[in-house]
């Protein structure tokens, strides 16, 4: 069984530009959701999909989206990049809603 | 505005003693609680939980407690041990349907060997 994986781990990037993060759901969970952890602080939920729809979200600008795939494999997109983007951006999956969550590593985005 | 704090941002503690780390929360909508820990380089792994109709919940070393009217949960780890020292972060969620977890700014442990 294999877990929840993301890619890249690290990312550097320019203010301005776009960014996709991907992230692999464990086997067998069908929810899928993204949080944003900022230095020194808890993770923030950013989106949760279920079965490739998107099935709440949390308090962030629609220049934050994501898809997710009928593999369950899901995607974080985040347009016009600004410096407070920089944060370490964790992907989450689940077998079901409100079931445990399992996480990734984790993305680092750093935004320069 | 945060609705789930952990105060005291690192605690260290000798190994073999009781490490007790702890949690408050505002929103008295929440109904389940989590524990998650993370080391350097990893996600969060769930540790425990407890649901708001429970005062206690308990896993081998691990026990969480909850205090509804004080809106107050704790957890406590004994004996601690070296492989303890991570960050923890307590989490907190409203009734099913809601997918949201709601974290904590986390508590850096320690354990002294």
């Known amino acids: 069984e294999t877990g929840v994986t993301q890619s890249p781990t690290h990312l550097i990037k320019t203010r301005g530009q776009q960014v996709t993060l991907r992230c692999s759901s464990q086997?067998?969970?069908?929810?899928v959701s993204w949080y944003q952890q900022a230095l020194g602080q808890g993770p923030q939920f950013i989106f949760q999909?279920?079965?490739?729809?998107?099935?709440g979200r949390g308090n962030f600008p629609p220049r934050f989206s994501g898809l997710q795939f009928p593999n369950y494999s899901s995607e974080l997109n985040v347009n016009a990049l600004e410096l407070d983007d920089s944060a370490l951006y964790l992907c989450?999956?689940?077998?079901?809603?409100?079931?445990?969550?399992?996480f990734g590593s984790g993305t680092q985005l750093s935004v320069l | 505005d945060q609705q789930v704090k952990q105060n005291s941002p690192s605690l260290s503690v000798q190994e073999g003693r009781i490490s007790i780390l702890n949690c408050d929360y505002t929103?008295?909508?929440?109904?389940?609680f989590l524990w998650y820990k993370k080391y350097p380089a990893e996600g969060p792994t769930f540790l425990i939980s407890?649901?708001?109709?429970?005062d206690k919940n308990e896993d081998g070393r691990f026990t969480v407690f909850l205090n509804k009217s004080a809106k107050h949960l704790s957890l406590h780890i004994v004996p601690s041990q070296p492989g303890d020292s991570a960050v923890y972060f307590c989490?907190?969620?409203?009734?099913?349907?809601?997918?949201?977890?709601?974290f904590g700014t986390g508590t850096r442990l320690t354990i002294i060997p």
């Open positions: 989490a907190a969620r409203k009734p099913v349907g809601n997918e949201k977890l709601t």
């Open positions: 999909y279920y079965r490739e729809e998107e099935n």
């Open positions: 929103n008295s909508m929440f109904d389940y």
């Open positions: 989450a999956s689940s077998s079901q809603i409100n079931e445990k969550l399992f």
């Open positions: 086997s067998g969970h069908n929810t």
């Open positions: 407890i649901s708001s109709i429970k």
